[in-house]
């Protein structure tokens, strides 16, 4: 399988990870608006990396899966500490330890909807923690299942 990777390092990085993405998710056969919201995705993950990380890459390939079809995954992958809770972080107004201070939202770079977002427009969405290191996979077929759920079953 050919695979695709950007390394994260600075904010032109996303911009170039995000048109990587797209060209790839047009070439396997996303409509439109459907690679639009998979450059979202990777715009999430890549701020992310820059927001949390020390440095970080996704790889993105074509994927196939029994029942599901052609689709595109994106693995995004860091150095940096684990999340203090992957279920509050996809919340909406959340960090990983819980509600952000509305006083700190404009400081801190986002409304913390990121995760979330990524959830709602990806079909499968896990958070793969390790040692010195935290890794995301999202992804997104051809052929939408009714609902995404993450690996702790959070839908």
């Known amino acids: 399988m050919n695979e695709d990777r950007a390394r994260i390092r600075d904010a032109l990085d996303v911009f170039a990870a995000r048109r990587k993405g797209h060209a790839l998710a047009a ?9 639009l919201e998979i450059a979202i995705v990777i715009s999430e993950l890549a701020t992310n990396i820059l927001k949390y990380g020390v ?15 052609v689709g595109i995954e994106l693995v995004a992958e860091d150095e940096g500490p684990p999340l203090a809770s992957f279920a509050t972080a996809l919340l909406d107004g959340h960090e990983d330890s819980g509600p952000i201070d509305p006083a700190r939202q404009v400081g801190r770079g986002g409304i913390g909807a990121g995760l979330g977002a990524i959830l709602r427009m990806s079909d499968e969405f896990e958070y793969l923690p390790g040692p ?6 999202a992804t997104r ?11 702790d079953g959070v839908p």
């Open 27 to 35: 070439a396997i056969g996303f409509p439109q608006l459907a690679c």
């Open 55 to 69: 440095r970080g890459e996704i790889a993105m390939r074509r994927t196939e899966a029994p029942g599901r079809g």
């Open 141 to 151: 077929y051809l052929r939408r299942p009714r609902r995404a759920q993450t690996s």
């Open 132 to 137: 010195g290191r935290k890794s995301f996979r």
